[in-house]
């Protein structure tokens, strides 16, 4: 047995045991939170309760269950709630998700197991996923379309008067976005253009007059737009459906404001998987509705992979060339000693410190400083004075640089110093030696030092906050207008979006499987831009392997 311990077995089978429940744990992690977020997507059962309320009356109530829990008995009656005969330690009590929120107290109520009279699971209810107000449940009484009352399979002429009408809407967006926030975007072109002039003392009546024509013509283009843009939102709105609601009354519910129907009590398993995958790929592509407790998150997809994209062309080459100073050029001494303990304590800097730093320099100097010297027709509005994706890409990048540059010297120095000393030998210069010997054999560790900074910096929140990430941005950083690429908007992003959902959000009930199905999403988002870099650098492995013999 002593031999064995000398040996070291016990101690690689204890790292090996720390390494496997590390690794369970991770995976149970991961599992739960995709199981939380992605059963938000499955169609649940509608039920129809009738509940019994403290004065003996009976209420319907319809809705899906959310949430179930057990409560001791007796907790329930010290408290005066009369459980009606219930003589069991534990008593369940259902949250019941009933929608509906323009017509009833709670979208979210709680009912005792002793209070149902009732429960059953009709197929005719219906729910209606809706542009606002959230879910409506109920029966479908009616269709009309076009002020008379379709014939034939409700259901199926509901359906197809439902996509004409997403249709009509999207083209409504489609032509609000576009054509009509062209032409926004070049009278605000044209009123800088004009100050600029009268800041520069060149505004004379030509000038004026060729702007002034400007937008006499695209006023002409406007008011063209605006009158399509109107009627397309008065087709859109000229069918709509009859709901009995859980109270007994008929709504109409104009089918504009309604984006999907489905029947879940009478689905089979095939069509709610394929309801699941249609779920999903909206909240992958829709933008957020209700306060970011509806709808989907593509805005939040973009502006993450977008930033941290941003900040890896930042990042690499500054940190590179930090390496190669330190390793290849700068004399061993105290300086250099002291330059590289540094660069090791930066990486424990806490992230909010960065932020503040970003917000004073970045935003407050340096922007303002730009807006000064190259906008000042826009002031005292600020153009680049103000958070943005930029300053965001910029703040990471100062706070991942110290692992691109640890990474990239552990790599530099792992080359054997015989490869230098031969190319050099060979007539090269000591910079076509880096270029062509050096930089390719320490790509791989180049590439690893990225890996690890993208890594931290699309789940960094804190400092995004101070420096450019908002809950909703009316526009992606990336449109249709010169120069495409405006740096200088605010952006959304997972972390945050995860933040306000799950601690801002008005409906928590509402708000709390969003809060798992974006950190799922978060995490495929960062796995998948690992997965490239790993991809990008095992193949540059491959192709420099044959300099490392």
């Given at each position: 047995m002593n031999n064995w311990f000398k040996s070291g077995?016990?101690?690689?089978?204890?790292?090996?045991?720390?390494?496997s429940m590390s690794l369970i744990a991770v995976l149970g992690l991961l599992l739960m939170i995709a199981w939380k977020g992605l059963v938000y997507f499955w169609p649940s059962s509608i039920y129809q309760y009738d509940v019994l309320q403290p004065d003996g009356s009976q209420t319907t109530l319809i809705g899906e269950i959310y949430d179930s829990e057990s409560i001791p008995a007796k907790r329930l009656t010290d408290q005066g709630i009369n459980?009606?005969?219930?003589?069991?330690?534990?008593?369940?009590?259902?949250?019941?998700?009933?929608?509906?929120?323009?017509?009833?107290?709670?979208?979210?109520?709680?009912?005792?197991?002793?209070?149902?009279?009732?429960?059953?699971?009709?197929a005719g209810l219906a729910l209606f996923e809706r542009t606002k107000n959230g879910n409506f449940y109920g029966y479908v009484v009616d269709v009309i379309e076009g002020g008379a009352p379709v014939k034939g399979d409700l259901t199926e002429q509901l359906a197809r008067l439902i996509e004409r009408s997403t249709d009509l809407n999207d083209e409504a967006m489609d032509l609000q976005n576009n054509e009509i926030g062209s032409i926004n975007y070049q009278f605000e072109q044209l009123r800088l253009e004009k100050r600029s002039l009268e800041l520069k003392g060149e505004l004379d009546d030509a000038a004026i007059k060729r702007i002034e024509q400007h937008k006499a013509q695209l006023q002409a283009d406007y008011q063209v737009l605006e009158k399509q843009l109107f009627d397309i939102r008065t087709q859109a709105k000229r069918d709509k459906v009859i709901v009995r609601d859980m109270r007994g009354e008929q709504i109409e519910l104009p089918l504009n404001q309604v984006l999907d129907v489905v029947l879940p009590n009478g689905m089979n398993l095939f069509d709610k998987i394929g309801y699941f995958l249609h779920q999903l790929g909206k909240f992958v592509s829709d933008d957020p509705r209700e306060a970011n407790t509806e709808g989907g998150v593509f805005p939040a997809i973009f502006g993450t992979v977008f930033m941290v994209m941003l900040m890896a062309v930042i990042v690499t080459p500054f940190g590179v060339i930090a390496a190669i100073y330190l390793h290849e050029y700068a004399k061993k001494g105290p300086v250099t000693k002291i330059l590289?303990?540094?660069?090791?304590?930066?990486?424990?800097?806490?992230?909010?410190?960065?932020?503040?730093f970003g917000l004073g320099f970045f935003v407050y100097i340096l922007g303002g400083s730009i807006d000064e010297l190259f906008y000042p027709e826009a002031l005292p509005g600020p153009t680049f004075g103000t958070p943005g994706v930029l300053w965001s890409a910029l703040t990471l990048a100062i706070l991942t640089l110290p692992v691109v540059i640890v990474s990239t010297e552990e790599g530099l120095s792992r080359i054997p110093s015989s490869v230098r000393q031969g190319s050099l030998a060979l007539g090269a210069t000591k910079a076509e030696t880096l270029w062509r010997i050096v930089i390719p054999m320490a790509s791989p560790a180049i590439m690893t030092g990225l890996i690890l900074a993208v890594a931290r910096a699309a789940g960094e929140v804190a400092p995004l906050m101070l420096v450019g990430v908002v809950k909703s941005a009316p526009m992606l950083p990336l449109d249709g207008n010169f120069p495409f690429f405006h740096l200088d908007r605010?952006?959304?992003?997972l972390g945050f979006h995860i933040y306000d959902v799950g601690f801002q959000s008005p409906n928590v009930e509402a708000a709390r499987p969003l809060v798992f199905a974006t950190a799922f999403l978060l995490v495929t988002v960062i796995i998948g831009l690992n997965i490239t870099a790993i991809g990008i650098r095992n193949h540059l492995r491959e192709k420099f392997r044959s300099l490392d013999q």
């Open positions: 077995s016990p101690w690689i089978w204890m790292t090996a045991g720390a390494v459980l009606r005969g219930h003589d069991e330690e534990f008593v369940t009590r259902y949250l019941i998700k009933t929608g509906n929120r323009e017509y009833v107290d709670l979208d979210f109520r709680w009912v005792l197991e002793t209070d149902i009279v009732k429960r059953e699971k009709p590289r303990i540094a660069v090791i304590n930066l990486a424990g800097v806490p992230s909010i410190v960065y932020g503040v605010k952006f959304m992003h």
